[in-house]
């Protein structure tokens, strides 16, 4: 089992930054890819950024645009998701997953544990 706890969410102006933390407990998550998925009010949930559990290959939607960076310390037991040049559309609840052997996929039905979520609102 693993158990995981986003943090970092909050109230940011458009043009801001934030950095999100997802920490696990449990299983160790060296084994697992990491991924980062959101959901905005009425809109289903969508892909984000993932790591596969080897950490040498990432992966972001089309939306990033070079806006997000998606990072994993195993040994804290943590993946960071830091968000710049945020956008209104943005606004969303994110979540963290964790895919066993996974390589990163951005289908959330692969993922084997999520967290909580965080929410993060841009505002104008």
């Known amino acids: 089992q693993m158990h995981l706890v986003e943090s970092g969410g909050g109230l940011v102006q458009a043009g801001g930054s934030l950095r999100l933390t997802c920490m696990s407990s449990?299983?160790?998550?060296?084994?697992?890819?990491m991924g980062w998925f959101r959901q905005a009010p009425g809109k289903e949930r969508e892909f984000v950024s993932a790591?596969?559990?080897?950490?040498?290959?990432?992966d972001y939607a089309d939306f990033v645009n070079g806006r997000f960076t998606i990072s994993r310390d195993d040994a804290k037991r943590t993946v960071d998701l830091q968000m710049k040049n945020l956008k209104l559309e943005d606004t969303a609840v994110y979540f963290c997953?964790?895919?066993?052997w996974g390589e990163g996929g951005r289908d959330g039905r692969d993922y084997d544990f999520w967290g909580q979520g965080t929410q993060v609102t841009v505002s104008a």
């Open positions: 790591m596969n559990w080897g950490g040498d290959r990432s």
């Open positions: 997953a964790a895919d066993l």
């Open positions: 449990g299983t160790s998550p060296e084994f697992y890819a």
